[in-house]
C-alpha cells in the first residue's frame, strides 16, 4: 500500500511533464506552420485581390469583345492574333457564364491561378530545398513579386501559365524522384503548351 501510494505522485508528474512537452512540441509546430507558409499566402492573397473591380485595361476589353465572349467552339479554334489565350479565354467564358458579366468575374480565372500558384511554389521549395525557410522564402519572394500580382489580378493568361509552368516543374520532379504519375502528370500539363509550341503559337 505504501509503495503505491509513493508511486502514483511520480507517474501522476511523469504523465503532466509529458502532455507539457507535447503541448510545447505542438505550439512550436503551428507557430512554425505560420511564419513559414500562412503568412505569405495570407499577404499575398490580400495583394491580388486588391483592385479586382478596377476598369478593365486595353488588352481585358479587347479579350472579351473579340474571343471570350463567343461560342466555346471559337474561342478553342481562333488564333488570329496572340490576345487569345486559348485555355485561360475558356475558363474566362464559363466564369462569365456562371457569375455574371463584371470586372471581377473576367478576372477570377487569373485570380485563381495567382492563388493556386502561391502555396505550390512553397511546396516545390520545401521539396527541392529540403528546407521549410528556404521555401518559406520563395514563397514571400513569390506573392511580394508585383509582375505576378498585376498578373493575377489582370484578364489575361500569364497567372495561368505561371501555374502550369509550376505544376509541370513540380510533376517532373515527382517523376524523376519515382514517382510513376508524376511522368504523366507531366505529359498532361506539358502537352497543351508543346502542340502550340509545334503550330508556332508560342505565347
Known amino acids: 500500500m505504501i509503495r503505491r501510494w509513493v508511486c502514483a505522485p511520480s507517474a501522476a508528474r511523469a504523465t503532466r511533464l509529458t502532455v507539457r512537452r507535447a503541448a510545447s512540441c505542438l505550439s512550436s509546430m503551428a507557430h512554425s506552420a505560420v511564419s513559414y507558409i500562412v503568412l505569405p ?6 495583394l491580388r485581390l486588391v483592385d479586382l473591380n478596377r476598369d478593365l485595361g486595353h488588352d481585358e476589353v479587347y479579350t472579351w469583345q473579340v474571343f471570350a465572349s463567343a ?36 478576372r477570377l480565372p487569373a485570380l485563381l491561378s495567382g492563388l493556386v500558384a502561391l502555396p505550390l511554389v512553397y511546396v516545390i521549395g520545401r521539396r527541392t530545398l529540403g528546407s521549410s525557410a528556404a521555401a518559406s522564402l520563395m514563397a514571400w519572394i513569390f506573392a511580394l513579386s508585383p509582375a505576378h500580382i498585376y498578373c493575377s489580378h489582370s484578364a489575361r493568361g500569364y497567372s495561368l501559365l505561371v501555374l502550369l509552368c509550376a505544376m509541370a516543374f513540380y510533376a517532373l520532379w515527382r517523376a524523376l524522384d519515382g514517382h510513376r504519375l508524376g511522368w504523366a502528370a507531366f505529359v ?4 497543351w503548351r508543346l502542340m502550340r509550341c509545334l503550330a508556332g503559337l508560342c505565347t
Request: aromatic fraction near 8%; charge should be neutral.
Open 41 to 46: 499566402l495570407i499577404v499575398g492573397s490580400l
Open 188 to 191: 498532361c500539363v506539358l502537352s
Open 71 to 106: 461560342s466555346y467552339e471559337k474561342i478553342a479554334t481562333s488564333y488570329s492574333v496572340p490576345n487569345n489565350h486559348i485555355l485561360h479565354t475558356l475558363l474566362v467564358r464559363l466564369a462569365v457564364q456562371i457569375f455574371g458579366l463584371a470586372e471581377w468575374s473576367l
